[in-house]
């Protein structure tokens, strides 16, 4: 019936794509003009550590002590030299850091000239918040969730540099390089901006923040990459050393300044270890190494057994544990 | 050691998308291409492993691209989703991009850093309208490379005829557009014919297998050396002696010693140094992020361009341009949305739609409107020249977003086609349009008609209100009875004003009762505004400063004939407010809000600098 209503088709006249080309190039690239990888990467972050520069008013970087923050310092560093970094460092202090950090962090920033801040939320800590008494969401929830939205909030910052990349887990693979929160610093990943080319949209309203991942596209192999390339300095506790450690489970968790030894069931070891990622002594775990160089852990990585994240404890309650997070606040 | 790392460090970077309907084998390749590579982490594998077991089947590739939890629920990935990979050769990153129905923004954004684009076409079903649709919006965002992955071949038992019958359908589609050749590859993503290994089930086929493809097409073939284009991201002056622009060669090669043009003031000078980090260079090239210094001391601030004086790029205002629409809110003719492009930001209005295009059909069709995921030529006018190239010779200078002014939101990708009217050299030709002074004056035309009693306060009020438009960069003017004159005569005048792009603010104490259809009329209903100001009759009376009350009360003392000519009520106005419960300032505060909602005024914050 609606067939027999149906005006005839037209033909539509010939269509040629105007934004394609049709020939192939003559000739290709000439190898000097080639740039590798890690040169392309790095051309892109300091091409966004700029831009965020240039279009917010008061950016901040987001400075965990950990390896990626070192890259990061290291690009930014690139981006505005001669200069200097024109904006400040804020690094969300746990209190449970081990002190290789503490010292590393000192130095290190006092040695590239950085304006290091730090914030803690004091209250959460006076009242002894651990993860044994509440749980390791919990303990997140207070020392570094609420923290962090509450240093961002006090700083009066509207743009936020983090270290985080797509390749870390996989509800980060959509993460935009420009994420956008709302009043409250929470995530919407329904409501993530689509980016495209290298063509970022910084329009915020009053209150509004955004969190930038400049490292977005890099993986952790180039990480280590960059670092070696570039003699970029990280926290000793990245390369394998005689530790003793408390064997709990698996996980290797080093007794030496550990604040909650006698929570622990699992023989004492000393074992040559080394740790993939930094985070809270109580929660981060060390993996069996041998790697005592840059050289030697990229040559490790191509053997890798567990991924990243994994020697995080925090990250096992459920698949879902870290997209709950980043809704709640977190990077 | 070292050389290992070295030759790690020496890798190339290939960017791809990847498209196909749904159950075509996209994710089941993906995780295929991951595995085989060698980058698949033993616990991700473990708990895919742990997943399996449930579901008591064989592994389930997908399980290792999906993402957010929401779509897990749905069992469909909605978003563009980044995967990275390696083999010796090459370090690759993945746009997976779905493939459903109405995510043709997500193709588009996946599509637009692609160097390569995999279309991924069922053996067992041909190809179908959605094949031909992924590699349209791939070939429209000037993906230089299309591979056409012919997946499920065990299913058809290998056989080369169900292949060529697919090649030529497709090659016939692609000779339409004009675009290049695709690569097409025959492949079971789940057995692994022609992934990585050449497959021993089709002999008959002697190109490459999809990885090696992968690893030995050119990249950078669409990097253009020749035109240099570096637009200004950020001036550096960390000292009085230093003064340096830096930014990201989008394309060509820049050397010590170069003559440069910067656009727009057209000025020439010299590249005096390439500051980096790591040392001064002899020379930089696209895409590498660099700080020049330049001989003479030049009034050049971001967003303007430094380029080849042979090979000027564009300058325009008026553009034509292949748009791709992203929001839930249509496009609006007329109307003016912030446009990024480089590091520039400008407004822009939309001057017309000048057609659309068919996806599904590849065609060229009319049409007066672009709703989500919906593709047209638009002619645009925007405030600041552009400097920029056609996005199929340059897709870095070729391509823009547009801003929603209101909601802050990415509404639309875009790609220049052409400067419309031939450019700059014919500008002054070319009488100013309405819409050139719209964005000039950052304000649309209107005209804001207050009503009310005689005694309710609209000139203080009209007053109030032309001094805040003007407070905030609007033109604006009032006009009253101060020289009596009929309310088609304020109607006239008002009109003209819009005309020249101006705001009026009209005061109407008329106590006759004539229609105000007639002046709405003459102004029309585009700039039309009617705010009426209530007031009791009592209120208005203690209020009058014009003695009206006094001289009509003397005169016949018939107020109730007064009260009855006055306007009391307002039906036909836009906003009523009350005079005896607000004071001038709160007044004037309701009004602007109104005006910002109705989209009159820009929002404050974002007007660009
Ligand atoms: N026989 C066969 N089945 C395949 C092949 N590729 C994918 N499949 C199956 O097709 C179904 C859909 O695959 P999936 O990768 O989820 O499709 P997607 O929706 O495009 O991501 C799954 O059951 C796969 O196992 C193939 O090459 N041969």
Redesign the pocket.
């Known amino acids: 019936m609606l067939e027999t209503i149906a005006p005839a088709q037209e033909q539509a006249p010939p269509f040629r794509l105007l934004t394609a080309k049709n020939q192939a190039p003559s000739r290709t690239l000439p190898d000097r003009y080639r740039l590798s990888h890690l040169r392309q990467l790095e051309a892109e972050s300091i091409h966004i550590i700029r831009e965020v520069v240039s279009e917010f008013e008061k950016p901040v970087m987001l400075y965990s002590v950990g390896k990626d923050s070192s890259v990061l310092v290291r690009l930014a560093q690139k981006a505005f030299f001669p200069g200097r970094v024109p904006f400040p460092l804020l690094h969300i202090d746990t209190g449970y850091k081990y002190q290789e950090m503490y010292s590393f962090r000192d130095q290190f920033t006092k040695e590239n000239d950085l304006d290091l801040r730090v914030y803690t939320n004091q209250p959460a800590v006076k009242d002894g918040t651990n993860p044994y008494d509440l749980g390791t969401a919990a303990c997140c929830g207070q020392l570094k969730t609420k923290a962090l939205l509450d240093g961002l909030a006090a700083g009066g910052y509207d743009a936020a540099f983090g270290g985080a990349r797509r390749d870390e887990e996989k509800s980060r693979a959509k993460e935009r390089i420009y994420s956008f929160r709302d009043r409250f610093g929470q995530w919407d990943p329904k409501n993530q901006r689509p980016e495209l080319w290298s063509l970022f949209n910084g329009h915020i309203r009053e209150g509004e923040s955004i969190r930038v991942f400049p490292l977005s596209n890099w993986t952790e192999i180039d990480i280590w990459q960059y670092i070696e390339l570039e003699n970029i300095p990280i926290v000793p506790l990245y390369f394998a050393q005689e530790r003793e450690v408390i064997d709990a489970g698996g996980t290797l968790i080093p007794v030496d300044n550990f604040p909650f030894r006698d929570r622990l069931r699992g023989p004492i070891k000393t074992v040559k270890t080394r740790f993939r990622s930094l985070g809270c002594s109580p929660c981060t775990g060390a993996i069996r190494s041998e790697a005592t160089t840059v050289g030697e852990i990229i040559k490790e990585m191509f053997q890798v057994r567990t991924s990243e994240r994994a020697n995080r404890v925090i990250d096992h309650a459920s698949d879902d544990a870290m997209e709950r997070k980043k809704r709640e606040g977190y990077f | 050691m070292t050389s290992f790392i070295a030759q790690k460090e020496e890798q190339e970077l290939l960017r791809f998308s990847t498209a ?12 295929r291409l991951l595995y085989d590579a060698k980058s698949l982490l033993d616990d991700q594998l473990s708990a895919l492993e742990a997943k399996a077991r449930v579901d008591g089947d ?1 592994p ?3 399980l290792l ?1 999906d993402g957010l939890k929401a779509e897990r629920e749905q069992g ?2 909605i978003d563009v989703a980044y995967r990275f990979f390696a083999t010796p050769k090459r370090k690759f990153i993945i746009a997976d991009t779905p ?1 459903h129905e109405q995510y043709t923004r997500n193709m588009a954004t996946g599509a637009s850093t692609a160097d390569l684009a995999i279309v ?1 076409i ?2 067992r079903h041909g190809v179908r309208t959605q094949s031909k649709r992924h590699a349209f919006i791939a070939a429209l965002l000037g993906t230089p490379q299309l591979v056409v992955a012919v ?5 058809v038992d290998y056989d080369q005829s169900v292949f060529e019958a697919i090649r030529r359908d497709f090659d016939h589609f692609v000779q339409q557009l004009g675009i290049r050749a695709p690569q097409y590859i025959p ?5 692994g ?1 022609n992934v990585v290994d050449h497959s021993e089930s089709m002999s008959w086929y002697e190109g490459p297998s999809l990885l090696h493809f992968l690893e030995s097409t050119p990249v950078g073939i669409n990097r253009n050396l020749k035109e240099l284009r570096f637009p200004v991201q950020y001036v550096s002056r960390p000292n009085q002696n230093f003064r340096g622009y830096s930014g990201q060669i989008l394309s060509g090669i820049v050397r010590k010693g170069d003559e440069i043009l910067v656009h727009p003031n057209q000025q020439r000078t010299t590249v005096e140094s390439i500051v980096t980090y790591d040392g001064e260079l002899e020379e930089a090239f696209a895409p590498m992020s660099v700080t020049l210094t330049l001989a003479d001391e030049l009034d050049i601030s971001r967003g303007d361009m430094l380029v080849t004086p042979r090979h000027e790029a564009g300058v325009a205002r008026d553009i034509e341009a292949i748009v791709v629409w992203m929001d839930h809110v249509p496009l609006q003719v007329n109307g003016t949305y912030t446009l990024k492009h480089t590091t520039r930001k400008t407004r822009a209005l939309v001057e017309a739609i000048r057609y659309k295009v068919d996806v599904e059909e590849a065609s060229q069709v009319e049409g007066q409107a672009l709703a989500l995921n919906e593709i047209g030529c638009l002619k645009l006018t925007t405030m600041q020249p552009l400097f920029f190239d056609a996005y199929q010779d340059n897709r870095k200078t070729g391509s823009f977003i547009l801003i929603d002014e209101q909601t802050n939101l990415t509404v639309a990708a875009g790609m220049i086609l052409k400067a419309d009217q031939g450019g700059s050299d014919t500008l002054l030709a070319n009488p100013v349009s309405a819409a050139e002074r719209a964005l000039y004056f950052n304000q649309k035309p209107l005209t804001l008609w207050l009503t009310g009693r005689v005694g309710a306060g609209q000139l203080a009020v009209a007053q109030a209100v032309e001094r805040a438009l003007f407070e905030r960069g609007g033109y604006a003017y009032r006009l009253d009875q101060s020289a009596p004159r009929g309310l088609f005569r304020l109607a006239e005048d008002a009109a003209l004003l819009n005309k020249a792009g101006l705001a009026a603010v009209v005061v109407d104490d008329f106590w006759q009762n004539p229609s105000r259809e007639a002046a709405r009329a003459q102004v029309g209903a585009d700039a039309w505004f009617e705010v009426h100001l209530e007031a009791s009759l009592g209120w208005a009376e203690a209020n009058d400063e014009s003695g009206f009350y006094e001289h009509v009360r003397g005169q016949r003392d018939h107020v109730d004939r007064a009260q009855q000519y006055q306007r009391t009520t307002a039906t036909d106005a836009d906003l009523t407010l009350n005079v005896e419960q607000l004071d001038v300032p709160e007044l004037v505060a309701s009004i602007l809000a109104a005006l910002e909602t109705r989209g009159f005024l820009g929002r404050l914050r974002d007007e660009p600098a």
Do not use: C, E, H, P
């Open positions: 196909g309907s749904v159950d075509d084998g996209k994710s089941t390749l993906i995780g064989q389930d590739w997908a691209t469909i990935t493939g991924l069922d053996a997946n499920k071949m065990d299913l492949i079971s993503a789940l057995l014919d």
